[in-house]
């Protein structure tokens, strides 16, 4: 699909001794190298486009988004995908509900977010997928899991066998016998009691076609359309081959989507991602923000208010990307705030003559450490913060202004 304008990114002086990146993998609780190696490859699961973009999808990409940052400045050479999941049960209920043709519905809300992402400056992926594209894609990968044994029938619809993958739970680490497990896998999309399968948390990969329903060309399944685990699967697998470095979203969906989706690609590409990353979910009025419980706050109405898109972007860089918090108007009045102070800092400085004896490099320097330490976001701040106070009393010149702004820009994607 046609992505957003990637923004300009300043290249930064090169650095000696960069740490590398390091972030928490949820999989296994620990910090590892993001991506060891020169290329770096992510797949971020995409929205099902109904209730784009609201903050805390804005929240979990700009995670992503500051990881890719820190990547290039390491000199990677990086690839990034993601997909549109077009086509999906909660986007045909809200269709339905509102009147609107799923098809517009889903044209509408990308065309949102693709306007909301550019405002935000978050760098585009080099492949966006959308799953009625792959559909054929998709039908391949579950026929060859059918005809390996690693998948079975239930009346007319095909399901993926768990017990065929032996490192099924390796990325959520939750028992499949556990009441609990059954129970979360019913809450997020599953269907644990359906008869007929061989174990209740046995995903579905195609769904025959049910009347009033869209469906496709199936070939061997039959009319129907996707599960929603698979598409990612495949998608991942042919835009990024398996294995890849890391697979991310909110922390909604390490379990069943990542859980699935990874088991999916181990079987129908022998890997899937090293390192697992979740966002922490922002919560609003007291709930999580959740498109079932209607608290949502949307990118494109602050916007619409208003709103700089840089003052978001830093009320959000306030809160580390793992944390689970609360938004309130007091974020965005900070955010707004912050970025007040970084301008006039930076204007200060930049009418200065002094010479600021090397700070702005040990601001930058500590930026870089701070993103390399899984995405310390708030404490990269903290370090601007402390610049931008400080050039009221002691300005820094034009060069430092000059080394401070490009390095805002490049790494935290603040254009001041
Ligand atoms: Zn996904």
């Avoid at 991506?35 to 929205?47: E, K, Q, R, V």
């Avoid at 061989?198 to 769904?207: F, K, S």
């Amino acid at each position: 699909m046609r992505t957003w304008p990637a923004p300009n990114i300043p290249a930064l002086p090169v650095a000696a001794n960069l740490a590398p990146v390091r972030v928490f993998d949820s999989a296994t609780g620990t910090l590892v190298e993001a991506a060891p190696g020169s290329i770096a490859t992510l797949y971020a699961c995409g929205i099902t486009p109904y209730d784009a973009t609201h903050l805390g999808h804005a929240n979990t990409y700009l995670a992503f988004d500051l990881l890719q940052r820190a990547w290039l400045d390491a000199g990677k050479q990086v690839t990034y995908a993601s997909n549109i999941t077009d086509v999906d049960d909660p986007l045909l209920e809200r269709a339905a509900a509102t009147g609107v043709d799923w098809r517009e519905l889903a044209r509408e809300q990308t065309e949102l977010f693709r306007a909301d992402m550019t405002a935000l400056r978050m760098l585009p992926p080099n492949a966006w997928v959308s799953v009625v594209a792959i559909i054929p894609d998709v039908v391949a990968a579950v026929a060859g899991m059918l005809a390996r044994g690693e998948a079975y029938w239930v009346d007319g619809d095909v399901y993926a066998d768990l017990s065929a993958d032996p490192w099924f739970g390796t990325v959520a680490g939750l028992a499949a016998s556990d009441p609990a497990t059954l129970a979360l896998f019913g809450e997020r999309g599953g269907d644990p009691e359906r008869p007929g399968k061989r174990h209740p948390l046995d995903p579905a990969l195609w769904r025959a076609e049910r009347p009033g329903d869209p469906s496709w060309e199936g070939g061997q399944l039959g009319r129907g359309r996707p599960g929603w685990h698979i598409e990612c699967a495949v998608i991942a697998r042919d835009a990024l081959g398996l294995p890849f470095d890391i697979q991310g979203g909110g922390t909604d969906l390490r379990f069943p989507h990542h859980e699935m989706s990874s088991s999916h690609a181990r079987l129908i590409g022998g890997g899937a991602a090293r390192t697992h990353m979740h966002a922490g979910l922002v919560a609003y009025q007291g709930e999580k923000m959740s498109k079932s419980r209607g608290n949502l706050v949307f990118v494109s109405r602050l916007l619409a208010d208003g709103v700089d898109p840089m003052a978001i972007r830093l009320a959000l860089l306030f809160h580390h990307y793992r944390e689970e918090w609360e938004w309130t108007d007091a974020d965005l009045a900070r955010g707004v705030e912050c970025l007040a102070v970084w301008r006039q800092g930076v204007a200060e400085a930049h009418r200065a003559t002094g010479l600021d004896g090397g700070v702005a490099d040990r601001v930058v320097a500590g930026v870089r450490a701070a993103l390399a330490d899984d995405l310390n976001a708030p404490r990269a701040l903290s370090l601007v913060d402390e610049w931008a106070a400080l050039q009221s009393c002691a300005p820094g010149g034009p060069a430092a202004a000059q080394a401070v702004a490009e390095a805002i820009d490049a790494l935290l994607g603040i254009r001041l």
